[in-house]
C-alpha cells in the first residue's frame, strides 16, 4: 500500500453505469488494476482484501456515503494509510475545502472525463510521491 | 493494453446504449420522486429519496455527455434540497414534464451527446 507507483485502484461508486465508465477508463484506457465497490460498506471490505495503492470514494451513496466510508478508513490501522480522493460533483470551495480538512489527497470533479482520468491520478500521485518510475 | 481511438469508441457507444436502455424507468422514478417531495404533505424520506435519485440521474447523464440535461435535474435536485424552499406542485408538474418530453426525444433519437466523452 505504500508503493512508490500506482497501479491498484479501489472506485467506490454505487451507480452501475458510472462504475462501467469508470472501469473502461481505469483499466482499459490507464492500464490500472482496479476493483469496483458499489457501496461504502463494500468499499471498506474490498479495501482489506485488495490493498489497492488508492482509493476514488463517490461523495454522495445510500448508506454508508463517502464522508462515511473515509472516516472508517481513517479508524482502520490497516487502511488509514491509504490515499483518497473524493469524486463528487460537489465542486463549490467550501465543499472542497471540507473534504480536503479531512485528510483527502484531492477532488476530482464529476462527471470526469473518462479519457484523462487516469492522467490525472498519475499527476496526483507524482504530486505526493514524485515522478512515477 | 490502451485501447485504440476507435476501440474507446465502440466501448463507450456501447455503454452509451445500455444507459439509454435503462434511462427511461430511471427518469420515471426520479422524476416521480421529485413529484412526490413537492407534495405539502411530503416528509424528509420523500426529500431526502428524490435528492439522491436526482444526483443519480444527473451524475449519469453527465458521465455520458448530456451536460444540458444533467444541468436542468441538478436544478431540480438543488430544488429538493433541506434548506431550499417548497415547490409548488404545479411548478413541479410542469417541470417534470419538459424533462420526461427531452428525455423521451433523447431516447428516441438516438441519444447524441451534447459532448463526446471518448
Request: no cysteine; aromatic share 6%; proline share 7%.
Amino acid at each position: 500500500m505504500s508503493s512508490t507507483t500506482v497501479r491498484k485502484i479501489l472506485y467506490v461508486e454505487d451507480e452501475p453505469n458510472i462504475q462501467a465508465v469508470a472501469r473502461m477508463a481505469l483499466e482499459d484506457i490507464g492500464g490500472f488494476e482496479v476493483r469496483i465497490a458499489g457501496s461504502g460498506e463494500e468499499g471498506l471490505a474490498e479495501a482489506k482484501r485488495f490493498e489497492p495503492d488508492l482509493i476514488l470514494l463517490d461523495a454522495m451513496m445510500p448508506g454508508l456515503d463517502g464522508f462515511g466510508t473515509f472516516r472508517e478508513l481513517r479508524r482502520d490501522p490497516a487502511l488509514r494509510q491509504i490515499p483518497v480522493v473524493f469524486m463528487t460533483a460537489k465542486v463549490q470551495s467550501h465543499e472542497v475545502s471540507s473534504y480536503l480538512d479531512l485528510g483527502a489527497w484531492a477532488v476530482i470533479p464529476k462527471p470526469f472525463d473518462p479519457i484523462t482520468l487516469s492522467d490525472e491520478i498519475r499527476a496526483l500521485w507524482e504530486k505526493h510521491h514524485g515522478p512515477v518510475a | 493494453m490502451a485501447l485504440s481511438p476507435d476501440d474507446r469508441r465502440a466501448r463507450m457507444e456501447a455503454l452509451r446504449r445500455k444507459f439509454l436502455d435503462q434511462l427511461p424507468e430511471m427518469a420515471r422514478a426520479a422524476l416521480s420522486a421529485f413529484e412526490r417531495a413537492a407534495e405539502r404533505s411530503a416528509g424528509p424520506e420523500a426529500l431526502d429519496d428524490a435528492r439522491r435519485r436526482l444526483h443519480t440521474l444527473a451524475g449519469t447523464l453527465g458521465t455520458f455527455g448530456y451536460l444540458a440535461l444533467m444541468k436542468e435535474v441538478r436544478l431540480l435536485e438543488d430544488a429538493v434540497r433541506p434548506e431550499a424552499p417548497p415547490t409548488a406542485p404545479a411548478d413541479a408538474a410542469s417541470a417534470t414534464a419538459s424533462l420526461r418530453a427531452k428525455i423521451q426525444g433523447l431516447v428516441l433519437g438516438g441519444g447524441r451527446p451534447d459532448e463526446e466523452v471518448a
